[in-house]
């Protein structure tokens, strides 16, 4: 199974949700491929430098996409921003597409255009890739925040339960993923993380034992 993260807008923490996920996944078990679609190749740095705490990770072009796709398991693929090529090639042959949605006034307005993006690809093939928004550096003491999340359910595409706060312990998420973190965001944000895998796993239809439907 593929499932791609995108966003036509940079910053929206698409790396660092893949790597925080990846961690977790890969701690539990799951069988895992991670890919970078980036050429800025950031989460192959992340996971070269993790010792261990995530998989290898193959750096790999759009024409390669499709192969990604076939692999057992689930295949997680980190995108650009923006609605290049990669996008498109992603949006043609994987299963999901993830969407970090965080709360600013440019985001709310280049949701849309993505989500747009991701309705073209199941017009055209007739189903998927299935979506879902995940609400991003969410900071519910902030307005704008509390404006994301009511404009998501507006939006008529499925939104997670699960929201990823805006946390230090995600800005500071390198050398050795979160477990490894300083401070005491790390407890809270490694708890998040693990109830958005869980339901992942859950919307996926995958199990941790073999990663597979």
Known sequence: MLVCVASEKGGAGKTTLVAALAEQLHARGVPLTL?????QGSLAAVAEASEGALPPVQRVF?????????????????????????????????DWALVPAVPSAFDLRTLPRTLGW??????????????????NKVDLR???SQELLASLGGLGWPVTRTWLRERAAYRRLGA????????????????EVAALADELLSLLGLTEATGAA
């Open 62 to 94: 759009p024409m390669q996409f499709g192969r990604l796709a076939g692999r057992p398991g689930l295949a997680l693929l980190d995108l650009p921003s923006g609605l290049g090529t990669e996008l498109h090639a992603a949006l043609a042959v994987c």
């Open 176 to 191: 050795a993923g979160l477990g490894a973190v300083a401070g005491g965001g790390r407890k809270a944000a490694l708890t």
């Open 142 to 144: 902030e307005s704008m």
């Open 118 to 135: 991701i309705r073209r690809a199941q017009d055209e093939r007739a189903g998927p890739p299935r979506a879902l928004l995940i609400p």
């Open 35 to 39: 890919a970078d679609g980036d050429r």
